[in-house]
């Protein structure tokens, strides 16, 4: 649903009839056959929350093909594994329901997929309940903690003109560690910096 800000954007840069067209022929309320297929092989998504004053985050999830779970036209899953114990999108979730999430397919053919819809976080029990047969992984790192999942209002692609086209490298990470190291450590120098008592 576009917003009154989109509108008025639309009106006073002319691109009102442009927009319309977008709307016309690109914007659903649920994923089309080629968007579930789309969404089921993505291996990751980029995430967008806010809090009740509207304060805003964007985060990272990713996993095997298949993590983002289309459970039908209209609702879509992803898990939530163990992670810094922060809960910044979970908190956010918590406090507004909305979410948007952005899949972008960097090395086949280079499109996005736009997902916008309301949220709402289960416990993974409770999940697996209603939802029979999902994967079960025997690391720790890898077992859902929770579970993110999404009544779709609005699907819609992301244009390939900008998105980078990428090569797909395999590497053995250490997925769901707690090493520090295998984690990034500091990369960012900021607990160092701190230590220091530079930046405070």
């Known amino acids: 649903m576009n917003s009154t800000g989109e509108y008025l954007l639309q009106c006073e840069y002319g691109t009102r009839d442009r927009a319309e067209r977008f709307y016309r022929d690109q914007l659903l309320d649920h994923l089309n056959p080629a968007m579930i297929e789309f969404a089921g092989r993505m291996e990751m998504a980029f995430i967008a929350t806010a809090d009740g004053a509207g304060a805003a985050d964007c985060s990272f999830r990713a ?9 039908d036209e209209r609702r879509i899953a992803y898990p939530e594994y163990r992670g810094n ?6 908190g956010n979730i918590r406090e507004n329901p909305n979410i948007g999430i952005l899949l972008i397919d960097f090395f086949r053919d280079r499109i996005g997929l736009h ?13 697996r309940a209603e939802f029979c047969g999902l994967p079960v992984e025997s690391r720790p ?35 769901g560690t707690d090493d520090v190291r295998g984690k990034g450590g500091d990369y960012f120098g900021v607990r160092a910096d701190r230590a220091a008592g530079v930046g405070r």
């Not at 996993?63 to 459970?71: S, T």
């Open 141 to 175: 790192g890898r077992r859902p903690e929770l579970w993110v999942e999404v009544e779709i209002e609005e699907a819609y692609v992301h244009c390939r003109k900008h998105i980078p086209g990428m090569r797909q490298v395999v590497t053995d990470r250490p997925w």
């Open 63 to 71: 996993g095997p093909p298949g993590f983002l779970h289309v459970l």
């Open 115 to 127: 997902i916008n819809g309301r949220a709402r976080v289960v416990a993974d029990a409770e999940f």
């Open 85 to 90: 114990g922060v809960h910044a999108s979970l």
